[in-house]
């Protein structure tokens, strides 16, 4: 029995050590695994780490296309579907690199998901140099569009100074045109004045130098009364007399003045500031003085004077030649005005 213990306690004594290195062995290979994994996490943060930076660059690329495409207006529909592609590359490599940066599960399979890892950031990479080499076409793309924009504004600058230019000749033209008309508008006023002058001086002769008939300025006014008589537009028999030598006057004077020149007679009736009262004629200064106007108008065509040299007009009592309330300044503003004008 005694044997028996001994050998019991040798078998026990021997079969510890042996536990204990298998358990050593064990222990060294853990270690070796969390090593190796250590060292892959380390070269992993650093593949992060560049993958980062690389994200940073194209980023800030992405960042100057966008600038570029704000400016170019053509082709914009195809600028923003290559972008949105480029985006979706992006997004793709940034859920890759946050899955890399998860922890892992398991301390067996530490070694396979490293290497897996390694091999998808990789490709990731990869994606990104070819995303770099689209984005770099794209810039190549737009520099062409931009110096094909340069080319066309030289071309419209290029218009605008021919353009510049033709206006600046027609400018000159017009202005000369518009010397030449001012000098010739001149010398027909002056021609015109000149008969004018000549018109006034016959009929000054013909009429003599009567008080009721005197020359205000550039008209030949005679009062109302030589006429007519107060409140009427009926021509008297001794206006009529005064009109006949008006008449033979302007028939002589439309046969000196040119064809060119287009003069007229204006007759211009005027009356004093009295309104009319109980009239059965005439409702106020304006229809009577515009009926003196185109009885001596009518008169006048009457006696062989060209219709079309001749005008009427009424100004009733609102060009008065003297604003006192007298007799004197009411038979003064009651008038005919003879005027040679252009028409």
């Known amino acids: 029995m005694a044997l028996a213990r001994g050998r019991r306690s040798s078998s026990e004594f021997n079969y510890w050590p042996g536990f204990v290195d298998a358990l050593s062995t064990l222990v060294l290979s853990i270690v070796f695994l969390l090593s190796v994994f250590l060292v892959v996490q380390f070269f992993l943060s650093n593949e992060i780490n560049g993958k980062d930076k690389a994200l940073e660059q194209l980023t800030a690329r992405l960042a100057q296309l966008n600038d570029l495409l704000s400016l170019e207006k053509l082709g914009k529909l195809n600028l923003d579907d290559q972008l949105s592609q480029m985006r979706a590359g992006l997004s793709a490599a940034q859920t890759e690199r946050d899955r890399d940066k998860g922890p892992y599960d398991g301390l067996a399979s530490a070694g396979n998901d490293a290497a897996g890892r390694a091999s998808e950031l990789n490709k990731a990479l990869d994606s990104e140099k070819q995303l770099s080499a689209r984005a770099a076409a794209l810039v190549e793309v737009l520099n062409q569009q931009i110096s094909a924009l340069r080319?066309?504004?030289?071309?419209?600058?290029?218009?605008?100074?021919?353009?510049?230019?033709?206006?600046?000749?027609?400018?000159?033209?017009?202005?000369?045109?518009?010397?030449?008309?001012?000098?010739?508008?001149?010398?027909?006023?002056?021609?015109?004045?000149?008969?004018?002058?000549?018109?006034?001086?016959?009929?000054?002769?013909?009429?003599?130098?009567?008080?009721?008939?005197?020359?205000?300025?550039?008209?030949?006014?005679?009062?109302?009364?030589?006429?007519?008589?107060?409140?009427?537009?009926?021509?008297?028999?001794?206006?009529?007399?005064?009109?006949?030598?008006?008449?033979?006057?302007?028939?002589?004077?439309?046969?000196?003045?040119?064809?060119?020149?287009?003069?007229?007679?204006?007759?211009?009736?005027?009356?004093?500031?009295?309104?009319?009262l109980n009239s059965p004629l005439f409702k106020s200064n304006w229809e009577l003085s515009s009926a003196r106007a185109i009885s001596v108008v009518q008169y006048l065509v009457s006696l062989g004077v060209p219709p079309q040299r001749l005008l009427a007009a009424g100004f009733a009592e609102f060009q008065p030649l003297d604003t006192a309330t007298t007799e004197e300044a009411y038979r003064r503003n009651r008038r005919i005005e003879l005027k040679l004008t252009e028409r």
């Open 151 to 276: 080319r066309q504004l030289a071309a419209l600058e290029d218009a605008l100074d021919a353009s510049e230019k033709r206006g600046q000749e027609s400018q000159s033209r017009i202005a000369d045109l518009g010397q030449r008309l001012n000098v010739a508008l001149a010398q027909r006023v002056q021609e015109l004045s000149r008969y004018r002058s000549e018109f006034f001086g016959r009929l000054r002769a013909i009429l003599g130098n009567r008080p009721d008939i005197r020359i205000v300025g550039d008209r030949f006014v005679f009062q109302s009364e030589v006429f007519f008589d107060a409140g009427q537009a009926l021509l008297l028999p001794e206006g009529k007399a005064e009109l006949d030598k008006v008449a033979s006057a302007l028939t002589d004077l439309d046969k000196q003045i040119p064809a060119e020149i287009a003069w007229v007679m204006r007759v211009d009736g005027h009356t004093d500031s009295r309104p009319i």
